[in-house]
C-alpha cells in the first residue's frame, strides 16, 4: 500500500466504527424495509459478496440470510462460493443460468432489422463483445428477484465505490439491487472491514476478476485498485497518465450513478 493510501486508512478511516455502523445500518433497513426478510446475496466467491453476507449475518442472524450461486454452466470457483456459505453457516441454492443466457443470444443472434420504409428485412441485429458479456449479469439479478419473491426477500448490490466510480457495473446487473452495503467504500475499505470481520484470507484477497471476461478487474482497468482508491480517497495519483484513465472512466460511465432522467410536465 503506497503512503498516501496508508496514512489515509491510519487516520481517516474509523474501521471499527464503520464496520459496526453499517451492520446498524443493515438491521435498521431490514426493520424499516422488510421486517423479518431474509437477504438475498448472490455469492460469487469474491471479496465483496463475501462481505456482504458477512455483514448481513452480523445484522439479522443466519437464518435470515440466503446465498445464491449462478454458474453460466460453469464456474471455475464454484467451490470457494460454496465455501463461504458454509463458513458463514446460511442456506444457499445452485441455479445455473446457462440456459437463459444461451436462450438470450440465440434469440439475439436470429432476430432481423427491418426496414424502415420497406418494412423489409434489411440485415441480421448483430452483437458486440460487450453486449454479449453484459447478457449474464442481468439475467442473474433476474434470478436472484426470482428467488427472492419465493422467500420474501430483499436483494443485496454488492458493488463498492471503487467499481462505481469508474462505471465497473452492469446497468439493471450488478449495478441494482434493493439495499446496498458497499456502494460507498473502496476496494480498500471493504478489504479491511473483512479482516475486522474476520473473513479468511482466502476469500478477501483472492484477485478480483468479474468471471466474465476471464481478465482480472486490473486486467480490464489498466491500473491498480491502490491507484484508484488513492485518487478517490487522497485526490492523488502519482501517474498521471493513469489518473486520466481513471477520470476518463468515471466521466463516460457517470450516467450509471445518476437516477434515471424523468420528463416532469408542468403542473397547472
Not at 440465440?106 to 432476430?111: E, H, K, V
Not at 422467500?151 to 463498492?160: E, H, K, Q
Not at 482466502?202 to 486490473?218: C, N, Q, R
Request: contains cysteine; hydrophobic residues 40%; negative net charge.
Amino acid at each position: 500500500m503506497n503512503k498516501k493510501l496508508q496514512e489515509y486508512m491510519e487516520h481517516s478511516f474509523d474501521l471499527a466504527a464503520v464496520a459496526e455502523a453499517n451492520i446498524k445500518w443493515i438491521r435498521d433497513w431490514f426493520e424499516i424495509n422488510g421486517k423479518g426478510a431474509t437477504a438475498v446475496i448472490g455469492l460469487s466467491g469474491g471479496k465483496d459478496s463475501t462481505v456482504v453476507a458477512t455483514l448481513c449475518v452480523k445484522a439479522l442472524g443466519a437464518d435470515r440470510v440466503f446465498g445464491v450461486l449462478m454458474p453460466d454452466h460453469k464456474q471455475s470457483d464454484i467451490d470457494v462460493s460454496m465455501g463461504v456459505a458454509a463458513w458463514l453457516g446460511i442456506k444457499h441454492a445452485v441455479v445455473d443460468v446457462g440456459a437463459a443466457t444461451d436462450g438470450v443470444k440465440a434469440g439475439l443472434a436470429s432476430a432481423d432489422m427491418y426496414d424502415r420504409e420497406a418494412c423489409a428485412i434489411d440485415e441480421k441485429l448483430g452483437e458486440t463483445k460487450q453486449m454479449l458479456v453484459n447478457i449474464a449479469p442481468r439475467v442473474r439479478m433476474t434470478t436472484l428477484y426470482a428467488v427472492a419473491a419465493t422467500m420474501n426477500g430483499r436483494v443485496s448490490n454488492n458493488s463498492n465505490r471503487s467499481e462505481r466510480y469508474v462505471g465497473y457495473s452492469t446497468i439493471f446487473g450488478d449495478g441494482v439491487g434493493d439495499f446496498s452495503p458497499l456502494a460507498n467504500l473502496t476496494v480498500t475499505e471493504v478489504v479491511s472491514i473483512g479482516e475486522y470481520l474476520g473473513v479468511p484470507d482466502e476469500y478477501i484477497h483472492k484477485a478480483p476478476s468479474d468471471g466474465l471476461t476471464g481478465k482480472t478487474d486490473e486486467d480490464n482497468f489498466g491500473f491498480t485498485y491502490e491507484e484508484l482508491d488513492t485518487l478517490i480517497l487522497t485526490g492523488t495519483c502519482e501517474n498521471e497518465q493513469v489518473k486520466q484513465l481513471i477520470e476518463e472512466r468515471h466521466r463516460n460511465n457517470s450516467f450509471k450513478l445518476k437516477p434515471m432522467p424523468m420528463f416532469m410536465k408542468e403542473m397547472e
